[in-house]
Every structure is written in structure tokens, then in C-alpha cells.
């Protein structure tokens, strides 16, 4: 019984911890975590076999209730070419409510600066059949549902949050403003870091894992590439959030490398107003 036992748990550590997509790189347990957070949970065991018996349903573009508000989270199925052959549109979104944060401006003065919340949709997600779970009544309920039946949608999101540049300037709606001329009319953002690996993809030193290895063919076509993306996502900093909670969509790209054409995903350039 005791081998049985320890059978299970590799069986179902393997599960949990296998990504779910390769345009939706998070493992089971990550998302599961996040759920847990939402609903007030523990992460125990307990608490993930409970919310496996969930009915999921995973999306790409997602027609928000109330208004018809239309989201994307592709990289290949947008309805229109977007680039030359190609169909990806990932909508990054601006967040009601804002967070606070503490920085250096020297050694000797620390400031605490008020920050928007910014997030790019990795997916959509909706769940039903809760069972016995107790959701908090501040989770919101889909207006479609039914008290008997409930549904409830989120947003997968990463988050960004405002460049590390030399000026701590913010405009009224909080955003980081750009340094120079372009600060009249855009933002420079850069995606958040969480403040340890993600132990599923890395270790406590930031070397890939076994279940990295397994999923790789997930993070890109050839091994230079899957490394790459994987030191961009190692400390991805992710967040479910109701689509009711999105203020609007901006108008985002990544910057270059300095003197080529080749976009620097670690520095975002957001325009603000556009013509």
C-alpha cells in the first residue's frame, strides 16, 4: 500500500505539474493555485482534487457580457492577418485599481509609488459545477448563469509593470511615463518578475527542470529558442481577473534592440493616444 501510495503522488506530481498549452504555458498546478486564491482555499492536495472535478472551458476570444466587448488571446487564430502571415493577437488590457510599491531612488531615499495595473490575456477561462465549494461573494458570477447553476469567467493575464527607468514620473491614470520627448504621449512598461522561479519550469538557482524538459517542444522550435523563452518566463508573474475588471484595451509593442530590428520583449512602449 505504501509503494501504491507513492505511485499516486509521482502519477499525479507529473499531472499537475505538465503545461497546459503551447500558447497558454502554465502548468495545472499554477492555474490551480490561482483558483485556490480566488475561491479562498488552501493549496493542499485536498483542495486541487477538489477543483479537478470543475468543468473547464478554455478560449481564445472571449465576448465580454454586458457591452459585447471582444478580447483576443491567439497566436494564430485572429480573424485578420495582423503581420505578413500572421493571425496572433493578444490584447493587453488596462485594470481597475492600482498597487503600490517601494522604490530606490539612492540608497538614502526610498519612494512609494502608485502604479496602473496592466496585463497581456493569455487566455480565457470559464468554470461550472462547483459542487460543494463555497465561492466568496466577491468572485462575480457570470449574468448568464443561474443560482442553481453558476458559471464564472476570468482572465488569465501576465502582468506588466512600469520599466526600470531613471525617472519615477507617473501620469494621472498612474501609468510609468516614458523619459525625453516621448513622454508626452507614451509609457514604457516591461513584464513583471515574480519574486521567485516558478518551480515548476525552474529550480531554486533558475536551471530548468525535469518537467521543462518534458514540455520544451512547447517554448519554441529549436533548442536556442525554447531557451530563450524560457529565461523570459521563468519568473512570469500571472493573474486571473474578471473580465468585468478591465477598463480598456491599450495600445502596446514591444521596443527593439538597440540599433537592429529585432524586438526586445523585456521593454513594452505603450502610445497612449492614437491618431
Same mark, same amino acid.
Given at each position: 500500500?505504501?509503494?501504491?501510495?507513492?505511485?499516486?503522488?509521482?502519477?499525479?506530481?507529473?499531472?499537475?505539474?505538465?503545461?497546459?498549452?503551447?500558447?497558454?504555458?502554465?502548468?495545472?498546478?499554477?492555474?490551480?493555485?490561482?483558483?485556490?486564491?480566488?475561491?479562498?482555499?488552501?493549496?493542499?492536495?485536498?483542495?486541487?482534487?477538489?477543483?479537478?472535478?470543475?468543468?473547464?472551458?478554455?478560449?481564445?476570444?472571449?465576448?465580454?457580457?454586458?457591452?459585447?466587448?471582444?478580447?483576443?488571446?491567439?497566436?494564430?487564430?485572429? =480573424? $485578420? @492577418?495582423?503581420?505578413?502571415?500572421? /493571425?496572433?493577437?493578444?490584447?493587453?488590457? +488596462?485594470?481597475?485599481?492600482?498597487?503600490?510599491? &517601494?522604490?530606490?531612488?539612492?540608497?538614502?531615499?526610498?519612494?512609494?509609488?502608485?502604479?496602473?495595473?496592466?496585463?497581456?490575456?493569455?487566455?480565457?477561462?470559464?468554470?461550472?459545477?462547483?459542487?460543494?465549494?463555497?465561492?466568496?461573494?466577491?468572485?462575480?458570477?457570470?449574468?448568464?448563469?443561474?443560482?442553481?447553476?453558476?458559471?464564472?469567467?476570468?482572465?488569465?493575464?501576465?502582468?506588466?509593470?512600469?520599466?526600470?527607468?531613471? =525617472? $519615477? @514620473?507617473?501620469?494621472?491614470?498612474? /501609468?510609468?511615463?516614458?523619459?525625453?520627448? +516621448?513622454?508626452?504621449?507614451?509609457?514604457?512598461? &516591461?513584464?513583471?518578475?515574480?519574486?521567485?522561479?516558478?518551480?515548476?519550469?525552474?529550480?531554486?538557482?533558475?536551471?530548468?527542470?525535469?518537467?521543462?524538459?518534458?514540455?520544451?517542444?512547447?517554448?519554441?522550435?529549436?533548442?536556442?529558442?525554447?531557451?530563450?523563452?524560457?529565461?523570459?518566463?521563468?519568473?512570469?508573474?500571472?493573474?486571473?481577473?474578471?473580465?468585468?475588471?478591465?477598463?480598456?484595451?491599450?495600445?502596446?509593442?514591444?521596443? $527593439?534592440?538597440?540599433?537592429?530590428?529585432?524586438?526586445?520583449?523585456?521593454?513594452?512602449?505603450?502610445?497612449?493616444?492614437?491618431?
Amino acid at each position: 500500500m505504501i509503494l501504491t501510495h507513492v505511485l499516486d503522488t509521482v502519477i499525479a506530481y507529473r499531472f499537475q505539474s505538465s503545461i497546459l498549452h503551447p500558447q497558454a504555458r502554465i502548468a495545472r498546478v499554477e492555474l490551480l493555485d490561482l483558483l485556490c486564491d480566488k475561491m479562498n482555499l488552501p493549496k493542499t492536495i485536498q483542495s486541487y482534487k477538489r477543483l479537478q472535478n470543475l468543468h473547464y472551458q478554455f478560449g481564445q476570444k472571449l465576448v465580454r457580457e454586458g457591452d459585447g466587448k471582444t478580447f483576443w488571446a491567439t497566436d494564430y487564430n485572429y =480573424t $485578420f @492577418e495582423t503581420s505578413h502571415k500572421s /493571425r496572433r493577437r493578444r490584447d493587453i488590457v +488596462l485594470v481597475k485599481g492600482t498597487e503600490r510599491k &517601494r522604490y530606490l531612488i539612492n540608497i538614502d531615499e526610498p519612494v512609494t509609488m502608485e502604479n496602473a495595473l496592466c496585463g497581456e490575456a493569455v487566455f480565457f477561462l470559464k468554470i461550472s459545477d462547483l459542487g460543494d465549494i463555497n465561492v466568496p461573494p466577491e468572485m462575480e458570477r457570470d449574468e448568464s448563469s443561474t443560482v442553481r447553476h453558476p458559471t464564472y469567467t476570468f482572465i488569465l493575464v501576465r502582468w506588466f509593470e512600469p520599466a526600470p527607468i531613471r =525617472t $519615477f @514620473e507617473r501620469d494621472p491614470l498612474h /501609468r510609468p511615463l516614458c523619459t525625453g520627448p +516621448l513622454h508626452i504621449n507614451h509609457c514604457l512598461w &516591461r513584464y513583471s518578475q515574480a519574486n521567485i522561479y516558478r518551480k515548476v519550469i525552474a529550480t531554486d538557482t533558475g536551471l530548468p527542470t525535469d518537467s521543462f524538459h518534458r514540455h520544451k517542444h512547447m517554448f519554441g522550435k529549436t533548442h536556442q529558442e525554447q531557451l530563450h523563452v524560457f529565461d523570459m518566463e521563468k519568473k512570469a508573474y500571472h493573474g486571473l481577473i474578471p473580465p468585468s475588471s478591465v477598463v480598456r484595451t491599450v495600445c502596446m509593442c514591444p521596443c $527593439f534592440l538597440p540599433n537592429t530590428s529585432t524586438p526586445d520583449y523585456g521593454l513594452w512602449m505603450e502610445t497612449v493616444t492614437v491618431l
